[in-house]
């Protein structure tokens, strides 16, 4: 089941092109339901960070914000974004570098005319939301 959208992530959304909204709008749905399974993340706060839809598990404290929207360089492309000082990204390539593309220390990127590859999204948008809870 959907969460309701925030009227601030609503807004973002509205201003976007239609595919791009819904796109963006499948990816929120699938941290929330990655979030839902996992017991140890907790609710999520779902704000703006740097005017772009953000969520944090800021109950459990048990990860780090994740973020998405529009790639700013391209009208087809779109992403997610953990925090720079993490080495997520790092982590993502190598296990997802034949799935995936990033950008730089920060960002996963997708694009419209491919399907998003759940499995290996939900499985990045996790160690996101349980990065603080790593032991090894």
């Known amino acids: 089941m959907e969460q309701s959208l925030p009227a601030e992530t609503a807004d973002i959304f509205d201003r976007l ?3 791009m909204a819904g796109a963006l709008r499948n990816l929120r749905a699938l941290i929330l339901e990655t979030a839902a399974e ?3 993340v907790g609710p999520l706060q779902e704000t703006l960070k ?3 839809p953000a969520f944090l598990p800021s109950a459990s404290k048990s990860g780090t914000t994740v973020r ?3 790639h700013k360089k391209s009208g087809t ?3 997610f974004y953990v925090h720079c000082s993490t080495d997520l990204v790092e982590r993502y390539r190598a296990l997802y570098s034949d799935v995936l593309q990033f950008e730089g220390s920060r960002a996963v ?3 419209l005319a ?3 590859p759940v499995d290996a999204v939900k499985h990045c948008v996790a160690m996101a939301l349980t990065y603080h809870l ?3």
């Open 134 to 136: 790593r032991t090894d």
């Open 109 to 111: 990127l997708f694009d």
């Open 114 to 116: 491919d399907a998003l």
């Open 77 to 79: 492309r779109y992403a």
């Open 68 to 70: 998405i929207n529009a």
């Open 17 to 19: 092109p239609e595919e």
């Open 50 to 52: 740097w005017g772009e």
């Open 38 to 40: 996992n017991p140890a």
